[in-house]
């Protein structure tokens, strides 16, 4: 069974910081990876999706890297701004017709102006 | 990506009353998820509502429960049966686009009094 963490689960920088988000997974054997972003009582906005066979994915500021071999996954943000205050969540997504994902716990971001 | 609108937004219940929760999607996708997100928590995967047969439900979750409808390729409902304070919680449904990308609902947030 796939288990997913974030670290930190909270986290909270001054505005223009870089800053790198983490995700680990258990199960390798994965289809692909999202990240999503979600606002408080919002529902979830993709970000960035990385295929099995990908490495990374760029978006913007975002950029997202895929490890599958040691199950991990990271995000980095660039030049923080407080709009990028949200909770940010990893779901990896399994193989198979079904195409679950799975949710970390996320983190929690924080940009102080 | 898909645009998906849920109704109700929102919505207050009486203990032990049920509530029936609309998704519809602006293009046909096969496949279609309800996810349950708890206060403070992530998102946990309810089941693959599947256009033409029974939904498939996870581990903890049943039919008797959250009955789900999937008439067509566009639409599909989650009620919410009997339910208790403990079935306060964001309630979102979700659509698989190209490449397994995975798009979200805004979410409809139950309060059970």
């Known amino acids: 069974k796939q288990e997913v963490t974030q670290i930190p689960a909270a986290l909270s920088v001054p505005e223009g910081e870089n800053l790198v988000l983490n995700c680990s997974f258990t199960d390798s054997a994965i289809y692909n990876l999202q990240w999503f972003r979600q606002d408080p009582g919002k529902g979830l906005t993709s970000l960035l999706l990385?295929?099995?066979?990908?490495r990374e994915q760029t978006s913007g500021r975002l950029n997202a890297s895929l490890d599958k071999s040691s199950g991990r996954s990271t995000l980095y943000i660039a030049a923080s701004q407080p709009g990028d205050s949200a909770t940010y969540l990893c779901a990896p997504g399994s193989r198979g017709s079904a195409s679950k994902i799975i949710f970390g716990s996320g983190t929690r971001l924080s940009i102080r102006p | 990506s898909a645009v998906i609108s849920q109704k109700p937004s929102r919505d207050i219940c009486q203990r032990g009353t049920s509530l029936t929760i609309q998704c519809q999607v602006d293009s046909q996708v096969t496949m279609m998820f309800w996810y349950r997100q708890q206060p403070g928590q992530s998102l946990t995967l309810i089941a693959t509502a599947n256009q033409g047969s029974e939904a498939t439900y996870e581990s903890g979750f049943v039919i008797d429960k959250f009955p789900i409808s999937r008439p067509n390729l566009t639409f599909s409902t989650l009620t919410v049966s009997n339910m208790s304070p403990e079935d306060s919680s964001i309630y979102l449904c979700?659509?698989?686009?190209?490449?397994?990308?995975?798009?979200f609902g805004p979410g409809t947030r139950l309060t059970v009094l």
């Open positions: 990385i295929q099995s066979s990908q």
């Open positions: 979700s659509v698989t686009g190209r490449n397994n990308e995975q798009f």
